[in-house]
């Protein structure tokens, strides 16, 4: 036992290192890069390499994710009540999601032998030496979920599962014996082998209810979506390896590394001081005034989501420190929690949104699949989100403002406290403050300073963002020991892990969904059935909002924006309007009771009922409404600054 004990750790620390020093290297190799290009020189090979790192760090984070069981996952089953039903369904989930990681890393392999042969190496690095990646963490991810169990007769179930991924896998297994000339394989495998193509094509339905059944029902998500990928290419007549042609496309573009970095940059940002710091900078500035409190809530919660791409991290990191000063303040225990709630999804309409980057960069990937030019940049996009973000913020300030008078919350904003604060702004704390905050309060400030000048690409901007933190909170306000920079690594994993996987396989969903002809099939049925753009858009914000109860908007954006986009080709509606509507949609979703994902981060957070909580968030969800409805059909809301740029 010590000895497989040591091994795991052995095992366990390779992980971690090469993770860690992929997503470092990630970050420094684009600033490096910045740096050099002032004396015309670069890092060689910097391009290649970095995407073919992040093509590691991708499959790397997953098993690293999958070791911590923090994969993201649909958990209809948790309203159920009968726990053995759960269990059942649990385990059906995990056996087929060992079973699928086992096919899908079988079919891997020969798109790794045939696939990139011909790829430029990276230096004296071949192409293949990083895609082995791919099926290393399709299985070291399978295994841990097999290893999740938690007995002995559920582990000889998933090795049952990994024989049965093994035994519909030959085709591909054939290729790695026989080649790609199918007269070679010899009988009795040819035979099965077109029984298994066949097969794929009649039970093509049945297949993907049984998916989508699985993905609401706990699977991870991203096995549900590289399963129902494979089946719709296979019955369309495509190789089962033709999956990861999308996959590996998606992983190679460069605006992608940003998502990682930036959500490190946001836990660097939770894991040091600077809340505190941010929070006594704004009570300095802010709070003495009538509803002073409110606007720093919001405008602090609005900071971090930006950063961390996750509105529920902000509510646990931030809730608890900004929920005592809105107590101590007099504001009521209703407007309190309901406004910290609410507030804490606001930054994802602003840059860095990790949102933004992926509706920009799914929505550029359908429309080249479709043979649409696209006419933006994610610095269009960037622009787009920020007159109907700065609407979000102003109608949540507002409504918190107007939710604790007298009438509504008993606000008992105390005058000695209000001239406490006013007093001390005017002793020059104010500026003593803004010291002890400055160089947090700068980074937003040159991210989109460079990002709207064209000085920083978003690549760039991410790695500035990255080692501008470490340079501050490691070495200049000393937050964060040089030592324990491996922890903040190590708890943003889990989110890049989780985001990361679901995006690989959306690129080879997308794809699918292209090949089928399906967005083509529904747009044209939607196009017959109904004819208004307006009606249209009124059923795809309801759609939205039910999707956003249940699915985190990182999974939605990847699954269904891929049917949507061709639908606002058909309606005429300009994509990034589209998207616009798409996150401030998913957003809502996250606060809609009595099931939006938001509602149960803070009743444990807030130790409330989660009906109180949803009690308490109704008058913010309502106001959220207004405001996407009016983005809905004021079109130049979203699209007037990113005109100016154009």
């Known amino acids: 036992m010590a000895d497989k004990g040591s091994l795991k750790g052995i095992v366990s620390k390779v992980e971690r290192a090469i993770c860690f020093g992929a997503l470092a290297l990630l970050a420094c190799i684009?600033?490096?890069?910045?740096?050099?290009?002032?004396?015309?020189?670069?890092?060689?090979?910097?391009?290649?390499?970095?995407?073919?790192?992040?093509?590691?760090?991708?499959?790397?984070?997953?098993?690293?994710?999958?070791?911590?069981?923090?994969?993201?996952?649909?958990?209809?089953?948790?309203?159920?009540?009968?726990?053995?039903?759960?269990?059942?369904?649990?385990?059906?989930?995990?056996?087929?999601?060992?079973?699928?990681?086992?096919?899908?890393?079988?079919?891997?392999?020969?798109?790794?032998?045939?696939?990139?042969?011909?790829?430029?190496?990276?230096?004296?690095?071949?192409?293949?030496?990083?895609?082995?990646?791919?099926?290393?963490?399709?299985?070291?991810?399978?295994?841990?979920?097999?290893?999740?169990?938690?007995?002995?007769?559920?582990?000889?179930?998933?090795?049952?599962?990994?024989l049965i991924g093994t035994a519909i896998s030959l085709p591909a297994i054939g290729k790695l014996i026989w080649g790609i000339d199918p007269l070679a394989v010899p009988e009795p495998f040819a035979g099965w082998m077109d029984f298994l193509y066949d097969s794929a094509v009649d039970l093509q339905l049945p297949a993907i209810f049984l998916l989508i059944l699985a993905a609401l029902s706990g699977m991870p998500i991203f096995a549900a979506i590289g399963g129902i990928a494979t089946v719709m290419l296979m019955a369309g007549g495509q190789e089962p390896e033709a999956f990861h042609i999308p996959v590996f496309s998606t992983l190679v573009s460069p605006d992608l590394i940003a998502i990682p970095l930036f959500t490190l940059t946001g836990f660097f940002l939770s894991e040091s001081r600077a809340g505190e710091r941010l929070v006594r900078t704004f009570r300095v500035f802010f709070s003495w005034l009538p509803g002073g409190i409110v606007i720093v809530a919001v405008l602090i919660s609005a900071f971090f989501s930006s950063f961390t791409g996750a509105s529920g991290i902000t509510i646990l990191a931030l809730g608890g420190i900004l929920f005592t000063i809105f107590r101590q303040n007099g504001y009521s225990e209703r407007t309190s929690i309901g406004l910290l709630t609410a507030a804490g999804g606001t930054g994802v309409m602003f840059p860095p949104s990790l949102a933004i980057i992926l509706v920009f960069s799914t929505s550029s990937l359908i429309l080249h699949y479709m043979n649409v030019p696209m006419e933006y940049t994610v610095i269009h996009y960037f622009a787009g989100t920020l007159i109907p973000g700065i609407l979000l913020l102003l109608?949540?300030?507002?409504?918190?403002?107007?939710?604790?008078?007298?009438?509504?919350?008993?606000?008992?904003?105390?005058?000695?406290?209000?001239?406490?604060?006013?007093?001390?702004?005017?002793?020059?704390?104010?500026?003593?403050?803004?010291?002890?905050?400055?160089?947090?309060?700068?980074?937003?400030?040159?991210?989109?300073?460079?990002?709207?000048?064209?000085?920083?690409?978003?690549?760039?901007?991410?790695?500035?963002?990255?080692?501008?933190?470490?340079?501050?909170?490691?070495?200049?306000?000393?937050?964060?020991?040089?030592?324990?920079?491996?922890?903040?690594?190590?708890?943003?994993?889990?989110?890049?892990?989780?985001?990361?996987?679901?995006?690989?396989?959306?690129?080879?969903?997308?794809?699918?969904?292209?090949?089928?002809?399906?967005?083509?099939?529904?747009?044209?049925?939607?196009?017959?059935?109904?004819?208004?753009?307006?009606?249209?858009?009124?059923?795809?914000?309801?759609?939205?909002?039910?999707?956003?109860?249940?699915?985190?908007?990182?999974?939605?954006?990847?699954?269904?924006?891929?049917?949507?986009?061709?639908?606002?080709?058909?309606?005429?509606?300009?994509?990034?309007?589209?998207?616009?509507?798409?996150?401030?949609?998913?957003?809502?979703?996250?606060?809609?009771?009595?099931?939006?994902?938001?509602?149960f981060l803070a009743s444990s957070r807030f130790e409330q009922p989660l009906m109180r909580v949803c009690r308490y968030i109704l008058p913010f969800f309502i106001l959220r409404i207004a405001v996407l409805l009016l983005v809905v059909y004021i079109p130049s809301l979203s699209l007037w600054l990113p005109g100016l740029i154009k």
């Open 395 to 599: 109608a949540t300030i507002a409504s918190g403002i107007f939710l604790s008078s007298s009438r509504f919350a008993g606000l008992r904003v105390r005058p000695e406290v209000a001239a406490a604060e006013k007093a001390t702004f005017g002793k020059g704390q104010g500026l003593d403050s803004l010291k002890d905050a400055g160089f947090e309060l700068l980074l937003p400030l040159l991210l989109v300073v460079g990002f709207f000048t064209g000085r920083l690409r978003l690549l760039e901007a991410s790695a500035v963002s990255v080692i501008y933190v470490v340079v501050v909170e490691v070495f200049i306000k000393k937050d964060i020991a040089l030592r324990n920079i491996h922890k903040v690594f190590a708890k943003a994993i889990p989110v890049v892990g989780g985001v990361l996987i679901i995006l690989a396989m959306a690129g080879g969903l997308s794809y699918a969904f292209v090949f089928s002809g399906i967005p083509e099939s529904f747009a044209s049925w939607m196009e017959a059935t109904v004819q208004s753009s307006t009606v249209f858009l009124l059923l795809l914000n309801f759609a939205l909002l039910l999707v956003g109860c249940v699915v985190d908007m990182f999974s939605a954006i990847m699954v269904l924006l891929p049917l949507v986009v061709p639908l606002g080709q058909v309606y005429e509606i300009d994509p990034l309007h589209l998207g616009v509507v798409f996150i401030l949609n998913l957003e809502a979703g996250f606060l809609t009771p009595p099931v939006g994902i938001n509602l």
């Open 30 to 162: 684009p600033f490096a890069d910045l740096v050099l290009g002032w004396f015309n020189m670069a890092v060689p090979y910097s391009r290649s390499l970095m995407i073919h790192l992040f093509l590691v760090l991708v499959f790397f984070a997953a098993m690293l994710t999958a070791s911590s069981k923090g994969h993201i996952a649909i958990t209809v089953v948790q309203y159920m009540r009968n726990r053995t039903l759960i269990a059942g369904i649990e385990l059906a989930g995990t056996l087929l999601a060992v079973l699928l990681l086992t096919h899908l890393a079988w079919n891997t392999l020969p798109y790794i032998r045939f696939g990139i042969v011909g790829m430029v190496p990276v230096g004296r690095i071949p192409i293949w030496v990083f895609a082995l990646a791919m099926p290393l963490g399709y299985s070291v991810v399978a295994f841990r979920f097999m290893r999740g169990l938690d007995s002995g007769r559920k582990r000889a179930l998933a090795v049952s599962a990994m």
